[in-house]
């Protein structure tokens, strides 16, 4: 079975959030970086219905998983222009 291979934005579309770049960077930016113990799904920024989302798809490692892992690297990351 082939798995299908989603882009970043259309994750983003798919969690009903701006999904054009300008979009995506001021959403990780605001959100940058999650800490460590705190699971993507987890984090306090997301409704019910997204955490839900991401949790189904990294668990069942559906055709998502890979974009979502890749969200979970991009919230990870210390904000860029951001200083301590």
Not at 1 to 16: N, T, V
Not at 18 to 24: E, F, H, K, L
Not at 27 to 48: G, I, Y
């Amino acid at each position: 079975m082939q798995k299908s291979h989603h882009r970043f934005s259309e994750l983003f579309a798919q969690l009903g959030l701006p999904s054009d770049p300008a979009g995506i960077r001021a959403f990780v930016s605001a959100h940058s970086p999650l800490e460590a113990n705190v699971a993507l799904a987890d984090a306090p920024f997301w409704t019910t219905a997204q955490a839900a989302m991401l949790r189904e798809e990294l668990l069942g490692d559906a055709d998502w998983a890979e974009v979502v892992d890749q969200l979970n690297n991009a919230l990870r990351a210390p904000a860029a222009g951001r200083t301590a």
